[in-house]
């Protein structure tokens, strides 16, 4: 039990950490340019926030999160996803009184009990951005765009972008009854889940995992073809928009995303035919967790399940040599010397590494090759008392002398 982390859970291993250093640079020089602000908040919240923020009919909510109560008697929960708390900070902070719109994106935790499996952990990590403050449909087609633009630089040239639009409070009742009417002719072959969405969300229903009510679903009336006039032109302005921008997509009427929240557009980028990203407008979110009318856009993207796609096309660079030079010292003298050198060669901003273990020569020599070092240097008792030793190469193999005192000009 000791040794082994709860299920869902994963270690990142310094060889796999620098992936995720690459995909998180690439994350803030994106959202730089865009000119978004890094927001950090807590892992957990009050449970109420998630409640109202993800919405209470939601498999999230309903099966998924992470609930204890505290030692002051508060239901607290562990984020389950990370527009809530941003939104609750936004609220908090009064940013709505800050020059309009509020540019945010964030990267965090995030911790839902799920059945795990590949790409799909119960802690695991989002990289998400919220635009607050704007209507317009530019802002849709910007936040679309960042995360085109994030596919790109991470080298995924065959993602596929797809929008569609879910309405808004105007035409999705009309819409709902419509829906209702449709499916309570299946009622019988809808799966149980599915039967409680037909009272308190029927569009979900179209976003069944279960063969049988994605079959229904197909057939069922998508609410593309009736939303609102206001809700059309909204639509139409977000492609021209993304047209205007060169961002390339495709119309899916069956998105829906999983949440309640969305209003107007939604997204999904796809590669291989897997979701990767999604997102969209939440125009009464703000308001639903008691802040003040403020409209908003936003998407969040899981780093796992990207790291994967990652790896599975080989995009990652290679890790960069760490390590510089390995001095290797032949006795008591020598010892000292090589810790005395590779505190100054680090002071210098160069990686230097020496003997830890007591290691024998040879021994030393094996651990160099090992750990990768670029060079090595052999210091005794003579080379001591010269000033200079011989700096192996490691690719060649050849020796050059080299003057102990100017070793930190010869490393840079
Ligand atoms: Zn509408
Ligand atoms: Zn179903």
Redesign the pocket.
């Known amino acids: 039990m000791l040794t082994k982390a709860p299920r869902g859970t994963k270690d990142i291993l310094p060889d796999e950490v620098y992936k995720w250093r690459y995909v998180e640079n690439i994350i803030h020089d994106v959202c730089a340019l865009f000119g978004y602000g890094q927001i950090r908040v807590p892992v957990f919240e009050h449970t109420e926030l998630f409640e109202r923020g993800v919405g209470d009919t939601t498999d999230i909510v309903q099966k998924e999160m992470y609930t204890f109560i505290d030692k002051g008697g508060r239901s607290i929960t562990l984020r389950p996803e990370g527009t809530s708390g941003v939104v609750r900070a936004y609220i908090e902070n009064n940013l709505y009184a800050a020059a309009a719109p509020s540019k945010l994106y964030y990267i965090m935790s995030c911790y839902r009990y799920e059945k795990p499996q590949a790409g799909r952990l119960r802690e695991f990590n989002q990289f998400g951005i919220e635009l607050f403050g704007t209507k317009l449909p530019q802002s849709d087609a910007e936040v679309i765009a960042l995360a085109t633009q994030f596919m790109q630089k991470l080298g995924l040239k065959d993602a596929e972008l797809y929008i569609n639009s879910v309405g808004c409070g105007e035409c999705r009742p009309d819409y709902n009854k419509k829906l209702i009417e449709y499916f309570e002719q299946y009622k019988d072959k809808?799966?149980?889940?599915?039967?409680t969405?037909l009272e308190k969300n029927p569009m979900r229903?179209i976003d069944?995992?279960?063969k049988?009510?994605?079959k229904i679903?197909e057939g069922a009336p998508m609410l593309i073809d009736e939303q609102c006039d206001s809700c059309k032109s909204h639509f139409n302005d977000v492609q021209r928009f993304l047209g205007l921008a060169n961002v390339k997509f495709g119309i899916d009427p069956t998105i829906v995303r999983g949440l309640d929240y969305y209003t107007t557009t939604v997204f999904e980028i796809k590669y291989n035919g897997v979701v990767i990203c999604g997102g969209g407008r939440y125009n009464s979110l703000v308001e639903q967790v008691g802040g003040p009318p403020t409209p908003g856009v936003g998407f969040g993207l899981g780093l796992e399940r990207l790291i994967i796609v990652l790896n599975e096309n080989n995009l990652f660079p290679k890790m960069a040599d760490a390590v510089t030079i390995y001095i290797a010292p032949i006795g008591e003298g020598a010892n000292n010397k090589a810790f005395e050198l590779i505190q100054q060669l680090r002071s210098d901003g160069i990686n230097a590494q020496s003997d830890l273990m007591g290691r024998s020569l040879k021994a030393q020599m094996k651990y160099a090759d090992k750990i990768g070092a670029k060079f090595v240097l052999v210091i005794g008792d003579d080379e001591i008392s010269a000033g200079e030793g011989n700096l192996k190469d490691m690719q060649t193999g050849i020796e050059k002398a080299v003057k102990l005192k100017d070793l930190s000009d010869k490393m840079k």
């Open positions: 809808l799966c149980q889940t599915c039967l969405r229903i069944c995992k279960n049988t009510c994605k679903g």
